[in-house]
C-alpha cells in the first residue's frame, strides 16, 4: 500500500497544475473571513482536507478496497465596485461568476491524466475524481463579497 503522506502530497501536486488560478494552495485550513487585508492577499485559495476513509473486504483474493474521501474548500471574492467606497463588492457580479472559473479549474487539474481515463496521480492511485455534491456559497449577500465552495473529491488506493 502506498503511504497516505504521499498520495496527498501527489494530490496538491496536482492540483497546483491549476497554476496562478489559486494564489494560495494549502492542506492546513486557513479563515478567509476575519481580516479583509488577509483575504485579499490569499484568495482565490484552495484549500485540501482529508476526510473519512473507508475500507473493504469484496474478496480475500482481491485484497482491501480502499476509499479516501478529501474535501477542497475554495474561496474567491467578488471584485470591488469600480465607483463606490474602496472594498465594496460590485453588486452587479454574481459570485458564482467568480466561482464557477475556480470549479472548472480544479476539474481540469484533476482530469483524467491517463489513456483508460483515470487520474492516478502519476500512478499512486486508482483513481481521483470529483465525486459527490459541490456546494455554493455565492457571498452575493456577504458585505465583503467573499464566496466559497466546497468540492468533494473520491480517491481509491491499490
Sequence with gaps: MVARETVYLALLAQLQTAGSTFKTYTR????????????????????????TENVTWTNRGIGAVRIWDVRLEIYGKIPPNPV???GVPDSDTPGSTVLNPLIDAVEAALAPGDKD?????GGLVIDCRVEGTIIKVLGDEDPSGL?????????VVP
Excluded at 117 to 121: A, E, I, V
Excluded at 147 to 155: D, F, H, S, Y
Design 84 to 86: 463606490g467606497a474602496p
Design 28 to 51: 492546513r485550513w486557513k479563515s478567509a473571513w476575519d481580516d479583509p487585508a488577509q483575504q485579499v492577499a490569499a484568495v482565490p485559495m484552495l484549500i485540501q482536507q482529508e476526510q
Design 117 to 121: 481515463g483515470y487520474q492516478t496521480l
Design 147 to 155: 464566496c466559497g465552495a466546497i468540492i468533494p473529491l473520491r480517491i
